[in-house]
C-alpha cells in the first residue's frame, strides 16, 4: 500500500529549546514520534536517541519486514510486534545506559510512538503520553493509551472526569524510555484500508485538541496543510511545550 505523509516540530512560545524528535522512513515503513521527558536531563539526547535506535533495529529485521508483506498471516503480525517492541526496549536499554555512563545524561528519558507500515497491517507501540489517532471513514479514535498518573487515576475510578481536565498532574507520565532499562510497550495491530490516515503527536499538540471536533478538522486536511495547521493551533492556543505532528494517508 502506498503513502503519503508530512511531519514537522517546532519549539512552541515558552520552551528555549525543542525536546521533541520525529523519524519518517516511507521505504522502511516506519514513523516515529519522542518527546523528551521535561525536568529530566538531556530530553532533546534522548528522544533524538531512541528515535534513531528504533530506526536501526527495525532496519536490521528487513527480513521479517519483507516476509510478513508477502504472507500477511496472523504469524507474520504477531512477528511485526515482537520487531516493534524489541526495537523500542532496546532503545529504552541503551538510552538508560548512555545516562549510566554519563552523569550530565543521568536520568534522562523520553515518550516513544512509533507506527510501523508492511502490507496492509499497521503496528503502533507505546510509551507514554505521545500519541497515535486514526481517521477511518469520517471517525476519529485514538490507538493508543495515555501512560500518565491521571490516566491510571481515571481508569481505577480514582478521580472524575471533570477532576481529569482540571488536573495539575497531567504531564506526569508512568512509563518512559530510559528511565529504567526496561520498559513494558503497548503493542496494537491494525488493519489497513485505502483512505486511513494516523496522526502522532506529541503531548504538546493533543494537549490543546479540546474535542472530537478538533481532530477532524485537522486530519481532514492535506497532511502537508494539516500538520501544519496543527501546530499553528497549539501556538494559537499558548504553545507552551514543544509541538510535534506527523500525519499518514494509505493510498491504492
Not at 18 to 43: I, M
Amino acid at each position: 500500500m502506498r503513502l503519503r505523509y508530512f511531519g514537522h516540530t517546532d519549539v512552541g512560545l515558552s520552551r528555549a529549546h525543542n525536546e521533541d524528535a520525529f523519524l519518517a522512513d516511507p521505504e522502511l515503513g516506519l514513523f516515529v514520534v519522542c518527546d523528551g521527558v521535561g525536568g529530566r536531563a538531556r530530553g532533546e539526547i534522548a528522544s533524538a536517541e531512541t528515535a534513531d535506535l528504533i530506526w536501526e533495529w527495525v532496519k536490521r529485521e528487513q527480513p521479517v519486514l519483507r516476509r510478513a508483506s508477502n504472507a500477511a498471516s496472523l504469524t507474520d503480525e504477531v512477528a511485526l510486534g515482537r520487531v516493534l517492541r524489541g526495537a523500542i526496549q532496546n532503545a529504552c536499554y541503551l538510552v538508560h545506559s548512555m545516562g549510566e555512563l554519563n552523569p550530565d545524561q543521568k536520568g534522562m528519558s523520553t515518550t516513544a510512538s512509533a507506527m510501523l507500515v508492511v502490507g496492509e497491517t499497521g503496528i503502533v507501540g507505546q510509551v507514554g503520553d505521545s500519541r497515535v489517532y486514526m481517521a477511518r471513514d469520517g471517525v476519529i479514535s485514538q490507538v493508543t493509551e495515555d501512560h500518565t498518573l491521571v490516566n491510571y487515576q481515571l481508569k481505577h475510578g480514582l478521580i472524575t472526569e471533570a477532576q481529569a481536565r482540571a488536573s495539575t498532574a497531567k504531564n506526569v507520565i508512568t512509563r518512559a524510555v530510559g528511565h529504567r532499562e526496561y520498559v513494558d510497550v503497548d503493542i496494537v495491530n491494525l488493519s489497513l484500508r485505502p483512505g486511513d490516515r494516523f496522526l502522532l503527536c506529541s503531548d504538546g499538540l493533543h494537549g490543546y485538541l479540546e474535542d472530537a471536533d478538533d481532530v477532524v478538522a485537522l486530519m481532514g486536511q492535506d497532511v502537508e496543510s494539516g500538520v501544519l495547521s496543527a501546530i499553528e493551533h497549539a501556538n494559537a492556543r499558548g504553545g507552551s511545550d514543544n509541538i510535534t505532528a506527523m500525519m499518514l494517508e494509505l493510498l491504492e
